[in-house]
């Protein structure tokens, strides 16, 4: 007996993904379970994004190591690379407990054993709320491990500049970059530290570590649209030091040559006694005056142009109607301004 058209058509590996795509996760992995074809459709949806916590990922890349043993979860090597193949967005939280090279940390564990996550597009590190230089992540052994990724996301950074431009950033990321995207969601007092980025009548430093190509977003983080964004979240509003702080450091990164710099939410930065328009044009003549007397002490004239016209302002809104923004933020924690502009 044929099939019907009917039972033809539901079972087009097209409508079955398409089927699958508004099941949640526990749904795609029962699926994975029925054959093998389901577990060829419903794998990469299931793993299209996932999160891993340092001290939790023996349960992820268990089985994905070199080597041709299986282990005692049945798991092949090869099966579990193959999953591995089809992660896009690459979710890295609750770092803060790795130790680098020195120690016995996951991180530490997993380094240099052929675990590569080789169709990624998106890498999103979370940096944890106590770290106050974005803890040892610079000596991450994680970090080769990730090569082939364009975007870079890096959530929840409490500076951007000490004593050079981008250092939430080891330089060994910044290479293969087209697009780093840093949400602040306060900032600490750095100004000591940076003087000597100021007043240095060098030529800009680490003009070579981000491409040219590079946009760079700069999110001054609130949670809903009618928050307003402070520098310590004890405070009402940023003080004479506070302003100065922010200020230099995003004058300092503006140094590095980019495609663009995009800033966005200085509307949502309470200053006292200012409304939102004129806080915007202060800090915007702020971020002019400094770039443009830090480039000409390091007698840089012809590169002012370039590097004021570089830096886009834009809220929060107009980013997510103008900019590419897929995969860099959850539906979820973006639904307070969706909405509005559903509006």
Not at 300 to 309: A, D, P, S, T
Request: aromatic fraction near 8%; charged fraction near 25%.
């Amino acid at each position: 007996m044929s099939a019907s058209p009917t039972s033809a058509l539901l079972t087009h590996p097209d409508i079955l993904t398409h089927i699958l795509s508004f099941a949640d996760k526990s749904s795609l992995s029962r699926c994975m379970q029925v054959s093998w074809s389901f577990f060829q459709l419903a794998s990469p949806l299931l793993y299209r994004e996932i999160t891993l916590i340092p001290d939790e990922a023996d349960s992820i890349f268990k089985g994905a190591s070199t080597g041709l043993m299986i282990y005692s979860d049945l798991s092949e090597r090869e099966m579990k690379r193959d999953l591995l193949s089809n992660v896009r967005i690459l979710n890295i939280k609750e770092h803060d407990n790795c130790n680098g090279f020195n120690g016995t940390s996951a991180c530490t564990r997993w380094r240099g054993i052929g675990i590569e996550f080789d169709n990624l597009e998106i890498l999103k590190i979370w940096v944890p709320s106590n770290s106050r230089y974005m803890g040892n992540w610079w000596n991450c052994p994680w970090i080769p491990n990730f090569q082939n990724y364009g975007k870079l996301v890096v959530r929840n950074v409490n500076h951007l500049s000490c004593n050079a431009p981008y250092t939430i950033v080891p330089d060994r990321m910044k290479k293969n970059i087209f697009k780093l995207v840093i949400t602040i969601k306060n900032m600490v007092d750095l100004r000591e530290m940076n003087e000597r980025v100021i007043s240095s009548t060098i030529s800009s430093p680490t003009e070579d570590h981000l491409g040219t190509n590079t946009d760079i977003v700069v999110i001054f983080w609130i949670d809903k649209p009618g928050q307003t964004w402070c520098c310590n979240n004890n405070d009402k509003s940023l003080n004479l030091n506070d302003i100065d702080n922010l200020i230099e450091q995003i004058s300092i990164c503006a140094l590095v040559r980019t495609k663009r710099l995009i800033i966005c939410n200085l509307d949502k930065i309470s200053i006292l006694d200012k409304k939102p328009k004129e806080v915007e044009e202060y800090l915007q003549n702020g971020f002019k005056e400094l770039i443009q007397a830090m480039s000409t002490s390091r007698r840089e004239h012809k590169q002012i142009e370039n590097r004021l016209q570089a830096i886009e302002y834009m809220t929060f809104e107009q980013y997510l109607a103008e900019e590419d923004w897929k995969g860099e933020f959850d539906i979820d924690e973006l639904q307070p301004w969706l909405s509005i502009s559903d509006a």
